[in-house]
């Protein structure tokens, strides 16, 4: 099986331009999370999809990042202008059910923004 | 709001040494308990986990124990290894299912 694969791996990107990140969750995993982690501090949550609904996105820090999961698939979290402080790593996560099940984690993107 | 509060890094050991990493939750309710550990160039794996109070969570060798009156959930190996060279995560999930995380314990361990 496989695992929550994300794209690309590493993005190096100027201020003020437009990134889109991917998320491949676990086949059947109706649970999709996004997380990221600025430099030197804890991994904050983003946002979380069932199926193709947005759960709870009371994480997204302003409305330069759009998430979309269309047909409850693969996500796409886009941001758009980037700044500086958008610079971090970015992970998606999946779990077949909400609680205390293990949500599977992606290798994460590591964005740069310059 | 809820948190977590873990030990400061690096923690470094030599081989064979006994390991404990601090972790400690503000929490309401009762919230699942986790540790999940980054592997030098992998993603986040989930370690161990613990449900309810007086659970003990256990793999490779690493145990926590979820401890309601102390609020705690530390993460405890009785021999370490080179290979556990890692970064270290607590984390709980709240009401909402969020995993709610701490800042991370970079652990090396010396031949």
């Known amino acids: 099986e496989a695992g929550v694969t994300q794209f690309p791996s590493h993005s190096v990107i100027e201020k003020g331009q437009t990134v889109t990140l991917r998320c491949d969750p676990i086949?059947?995993?109706?649970?999709l999370y996004w997380y990221r982690r600025v430099m030197g501090k804890e991994i904050k949550f983003l946002l979380h999809f069932v199926k193709e609904s947005k759960q709870d996105e009371s994480g997204m820090p302003n409305n330069r990042f759009l998430a979309e999961r269309t047909g409850g698939t693969y996500s796409t979290l886009k941001v758009q202008p980037a700044e500086l402080e958008d610079s971090g790593v970015y992970f998606c996560a999946s779990s077949p059910r909400q609680g205390a099940y293990e949500q599977y984690f992606g290798p994460g993107t590591r964005l740069t923004v310059t | 709001g809820n948190s977590v509060t873990q030990m400061e890094g690096p923690v470094t050991l030599s081989e064979e040494a006994f390991l404990t990493i601090n972790c400690t939750y503000t929490a309401t309710g009762y919230p699942s308990l986790f540790w999940y550990v980054q592997y030098p160039g992998e993603g986040l794996q989930l370690l161990l986990k613990?449900?309810?109070a007086d659970d003990k969570g256990s793999n490779k060798g690493f145990e926590a124990t979820y401890r309601k009156e102390t609020t705690s959930f530390h993460l405890e190996k009785g021999s370490v290894q080179v290979s556990d060279s890692a970064v270290y995560f607590c984390a709980l999930t709240d009401s909402n299912y969020q995993l709610i995380w701490g800042a991370g314990t970079k652990l090396i361990i010396k031949p």
């Open positions: 613990a449900t309810k």
């Open positions: 086949s059947g995993h109706d649970n």
